[in-house]
């Protein structure tokens, strides 16, 4: 049998072991009361996380919502660029064509002006001047001279509004023909007009002149009295001045008459270009 020393042993020992057993119980009992705190802890961060994901959700569909709406406020004022643009554009043409219109029918005014009436003084200016501005750019100027065939059966045949409305349609013709810029024709004489040609050799300068006595031919104005032709014809005289000195208007214009005389000889429609002044 145990001895008492030997029970006090075993009691102190079982003391021990009930001790442990409580103090470990006390302890699993505050681990997992710590784990379900900890548990609840994440419970409540994973809450938050998926309120924070529905939150971002929300917002990427916000976001995805105004970029759509940006692109399309974007694609509209790229549109009214656009037309804004071709509308520009439109007003240019517009404009450029006005301004063609202005600037013909100032040259078509210009023109009548210069046709309604003789004048040989502003001719001879506006040759003077180009052959001025010729000297200094070492370019020909060309200088033709027409006038209109059988004077006296002209004269017989249209009254003197009859004329002024047969010459008006001449010089009209003429005009039509002249389409480079700088080139100038005026009317200097009764039934005699001139034209200045820039940066024109002779050749060019007869070729023109074909054309003119071609178009006023074409007219069909009325000549039965003439002996060789039934309508108004011109003649024209061709000369050319070359860069080598300043030449005065009057050997210019001398020249030129001395062509047309050349081409009146020939008959009625001639064409007469005298040798290049050297």
């Known amino acids: 049998m145990p001895t008492i020393k030997e029970e006090q ?19 699993l009992f ?31 569909s916000e976001l995805k919502e105004k970029l759509a709406d940006s692109e399309f406020h974007l694609k509209k004022a790229h549109q009214q660029n656009q037309a804004a643009k ?8 517009h404009a450029e064509r006005s ?19 003789p004048d040989m003084k502003g001719f001879t200016a506006r040759l003077d001047d180009e052959i001025k501005r010729a ?16 004077r006296r059966a002209f004269d017989a045949q249209y009254d003197e509004d009859g004329r002024e409305k047969a010459l008006a349609a001449m010089l009209e013709a003429v005009g039509d023909v002249l389409r480079r810029a700088g080139d100038y024709a005026a009317r200097v004489d009764e039934t005699r007009f001139a034209i200045v040609m820039p940066e024109a050799d002779g050749s060019i300068g007869r070729q023109f002149a074909d054309r003119i006595r071609k178009a006023i031919t074409s007219l069909c104005l009325p000549l039965p009295s003439a002996p060789d032709t039934d309508r108004v014809t011109v003649s024209i005289g ?27 000889q020939k008959g009625h429609s001639q064409i007469a270009r005298t040798v290049d002044a050297a």
């Open 238 to 264: 061709v000369t050319t001045v070359p860069p080598t000195r300043l030449y005065d208007t009057t050997t210019v214009l001398r020249r030129a008459e001395k062509a047309l005389q050349a081409a009146q």
């Open 30 to 60: 505050l681990e997992l009361r710590k784990a379900k705190v900890q548990l609840l802890e994440h419970q409540s961060h994973l809450t938050a996380a998926r309120d924070n994901m529905s939150a971002l959700q929300v917002a990427r």
């Open 99 to 117: 301004q063609d219109e202005l600037d013909a029918k100032d040259a078509e005014a210009k023109r009548a002006d210069a046709f309604s009436r």
């Open 86 to 93: 071709t509308k520009l554009a439109q007003l240019q043409k």
């Open 135 to 150: 000297l200094r750019s070492k370019k020909k100027v060309t200088v033709l001279v027409g006038e209109v065939d059988h």
């Open 9 to 27: 042993i075993m009691t102190i020992l079982m003391s021990l072991i009930a001790l442990a057993a409580v103090a470990l119980a006390v302890w």
